[in-house]
């Protein structure tokens, strides 16, 4: 095989996105090495954004279905094995001492993975069957 047919036929095989990236950014040299190094410098970067894409946060829709993960699974009882919540610094005057005690007290409930208004260990507060019972103007 020729080396002039080598670039050719690295063009032929490389996917369609990165086909698609060639159209917009023309490769500086059609020497075959050189080509296969822009070629992978092409793809480093196709994923890289591919990869922030889909870090990026995403606000939650109320209209959304299930996310693939529970949809999947067989129980509706929480998941176990959370990690506990992370000790914040809390926010505003350093010698407000309320400020101080509200953030810093454990929550016994979260701790254990138990629901914020019943208490038990068997769902979490979405899936409570107890009635809400605080004011409307908090709910």
């Known amino acids: 095989m020729s080396e002039e047919a080598l670039p050719t036929l690295l063009e032929q095989a490389v996917s369609r996105e990165l086909r698609g990236m060639l159209v917009h950014n023309p490769p500086p040299s059609y020497e075959y090495h050189a080509l296969a190094a822009f070629l992978q410098d092409l793809e480093n970067r196709r994923r890289r954004f591919a990869t922030d894409l889909y870090?990026?946060?995403?606000r939650n829709n109320a209209t959304s279905k299930e996310s693939p993960q529970t949809s999947g699974r067989k129980s509706l009882s929480p998941r176990r094995?959370?990690?506990?919540?992370?000790?914040r610094q809390p926010a505003g005057e350093p010698m407000d001492l309320s400020?101080?005690?509200?953030?810093?007290r454990p929550n016994a409930r979260r701790e254990n993975n138990q629901c914020f208004r019943c208490g038990s260990d068997?769902?979490?507060?979405?899936?409570?069957?107890?009635l809400d019972?605080?004011?409307?103007?908090?709910?």
């Open 55 to 58: 870090m990026a946060p995403r």
């Open 81 to 87: 094995g959370r990690s506990p919540p992370e000790d």
């Open 99 to 104: 400020n101080q005690r509200r953030h810093n």
């Open 122 to 130: 068997n769902h979490y507060l979405r899936d409570c069957l107890e």
């Open 133 to 139: 019972n605080r004011p409307a103007k908090f709910r």
